[in-house]
């Protein structure tokens, strides 16, 4: 999308299941957020949206936003930049005739995930540290979000990856990216809470996620199955908790990384797992 392009956003209350499948025009995604779903079109589509609640009176109508591109990217200009050898190339710009470069196509959407996130650069260096050292070959990312980080695993190696993400929106950004890479044959999509997909087997566990999921995974026997596990989306108080929840035999931590003293990601390896 260009950064003036408007967007409509319609805020419900009430969980819609695939909007998709009854709207056509101009319609761009769904968003669930808690008890409330957000639908997204690229133009106003206030009398489709009244047919619909018709056939769905359980869901109410809460408010309309409206607002262009940009703001809803918080002004965040889309631009290629590197980490390290890994490339961002938003969808649109070339890709830079690099040997060297590993380049990750990358379109958003109206989901944030392009990639500028702190917590979301410092994933990819730590993925480049482990796979500096070594190739894991399944690859579990739990909150993939726009897909970044399981196209940048596969990119560096890895067999096969499985994201999760809990938002409609996500999962469909998340496969069209997978798609523009060419990669739809090693990178599955699956719509779903984190927590449920934890027992998948997996030789590396990426958790870039809120404080509260990322507490709740580290206590379940599941995940210290994984060799190796980077932990993100943390405050410095929720960052520190998760760290001392991790002190413990058959862990160990291997890398930190901090933004702004604000957001840190966590590198380590449960040295004791279950082959």
Same mark, same amino acid.
């Given at each position: 999308?260009?950064?003036?392009?408007?967007? /409509?956003?319609?805020?419900?209350?009430?969980?819609?299941?695939?909007?998709?499948?009854?709207?056509?025009? $101009? @319609?761009?995604?769904?968003?669930?957020?808690?008890?409330?779903?957000?639908?997204?079109?690229?133009?106003? /589509?206030?009398?489709?949206?009244?047919? @619909?609640? *018709?056939?769905?009176?359980?869901?109410?109508?809460?408010?309309?936003?409206?607002?262009?591109?940009?703001?809803?990217?918080?002004?965040?200009?889309?631009?290629?930049?590197?980490?390290?050898?890994?490339? =961002?190339?938003?969808?649109?710009?070339?890709?830079?005739?690099?040997?060297?470069?590993?380049?990750?196509?990358?379109?958003?959407?109206?989901?944030?995930?392009?990639?500028?996130?702190?917590?979301?650069?410092? #994933?990819?260096?730590?993925?480049?540290?482990?796979?500096?050292?070594?190739?894991?070959?399944?690859?579990?990312?739990?909150?993939?979000?726009?897909? =970044?980080?399981?196209?940048?695993?596969?990119?560096?190696?890895?067999?096969?990856?499985?994201?999760?993400?809990?938002?409609?929106? #996500? +999962?469909?950004?998340?496969?069209? $990216?997978?798609?523009?890479?060419?990669? /739809?044959?090693?990178?599955?999509?699956?719509?779903?809470?984190?927590?449920?997909?934890? *027992?998948?087997? &997996?030789?590396?566990?990426?958790?870039?996620?809120?404080?509260?999921? +990322?507490?709740?995974?580290?206590?379940?026997?599941?995940?210290?199955?994984?060799?190796?596990?980077?932990?993100?989306?943390?405050?410095?108080?929720?960052? &520190?908790?998760?760290?001392?929840?991790?002190?413990?035999?058959?862990?160990?931590?291997?890398?930190?990384?901090?933004?702004? $003293?604000?957001? @840190?990601?966590?590198?380590?390896?449960?040295?004791?797992? +279950?082959?």
């Amino acid at each position: 999308m260009n950064p003036e392009d408007p967007l /409509s956003i319609y805020e419900l209350e009430g969980t819609v299941t695939e909007p998709e499948k009854y709207f056509q025009e $101009n @319609f761009l995604a769904h968003w669930r957020e808690g008890e409330s779903t957000f639908l997204f079109f690229s133009q106003p /589509s206030t009398e489709a949206l009244k047919q @619909f609640l *018709k056939l769905h009176p359980e869901v109410s109508w809460i408010r309309t936003h409206e607002i262009s591109y940009r703001d809803w990217q918080a002004g965040e200009t889309l631009a290629p930049f590197k980490i390290g050898r890994i490339g =961002i190339i938003p969808l649109g710009h070339p890709v830079p005739v690099d040997e060297d470069l590993v380049p990750l196509i990358i379109d958003p959407g109206v989901v944030f995930g392009s990639g500028q996130h702190p917590t979301t650069r410092d #994933c990819l260096k730590a993925l480049l540290w482990i796979f500096d050292r070594e190739t894991p070959e399944r690859v579990l990312d739990l909150g993939t979000g726009t897909g =970044i980080l399981a196209i940048a695993a596969v990119k560096l190696g890895a067999r096969e990856v499985t994201g999760i993400d809990w938002n409609p929106a #996500c +999962v469909a950004t998340a496969r069209k $990216n997978i798609e523009l890479n060419g990669l /739809s044959s090693r990178i599955q999509v699956e719509e779903g809470p984190a927590e449920e997909y934890l *027992k998948q087997k &997996a030789d590396l566990l990426i958790a870039n996620l809120h404080f509260a999921v +990322v507490r709740e995974l580290i206590e379940q026997p599941a995940f210290f199955e994984k060799k190796w596990a980077v932990l993100s989306g943390l405050l410095r108080s929720e960052y &520190a908790e998760i760290k001392r929840r991790l002190d413990r035999p058959g862990f160990s931590l291997l890398g930190e990384w901090e933004t702004d $003293n604000t957001w @840190f990601t966590l590198l380590g390896q449960n040295i004791g797992r +279950v082959e």
